[in-house]
């Protein structure tokens, strides 16, 4: 992960960012700045959240698999995430150990390494 990406984040990047890898959790769709606008109270509007988005695309943290289409997060986004929530609430010891096991066991197919990601950081 990338110090310097992180320490040039607003607050912000950090609660787009936060409210596009909960959004695609949830709902397993890219996320488009009009859906943030609509769920996610950030208070600002969609060009702004549109404008973070690109950001943080610029940053790794998000990509796009159509021109038009939502963001998804990228592996940097989660492990941002991750880390995040991580000193907000740990996990006891043999929850870690099942969802470290579980990808090792995927780790070698990115996509499905993600769906799994998400999944599992749903139930947690």
């Known amino acids: 992960m990338s110090l310097q990406n992180i320490q040039n984040m ?21 996320i488009s700045s009009s859906y943030l606008e609509m769920n996610c109270n950030l208070n600002v509007s969609s060009a702004t959240i549109r404008n973070g988005m690109a950001l943080l695309e610029e940053k790794g943290f998000l990509t796009h698999l159509h021109t038009s289409g939502g963001r998804v997060p990228t592996d940097l986004g989660y492990r941002f995430y991750v880390n995040s929530i991580k000193s907000i609430r740990s996990l006891d010891n043999v929850v870690t150990k099942d969802i470290e096991h579980e990808l090792l066991t995927i780790s070698n197919n990115v996509d499905e390494l993600l769906n799994a990601t998400a999944l599992m950081l749903a139930r947690v």
């Open 10 to 30: 607003t607050d912000r990047e950090v609660s787009i960012l936060t409210a596009v890898i909960e959004g695609y959790i949830e709902n397993g769709t890219p």
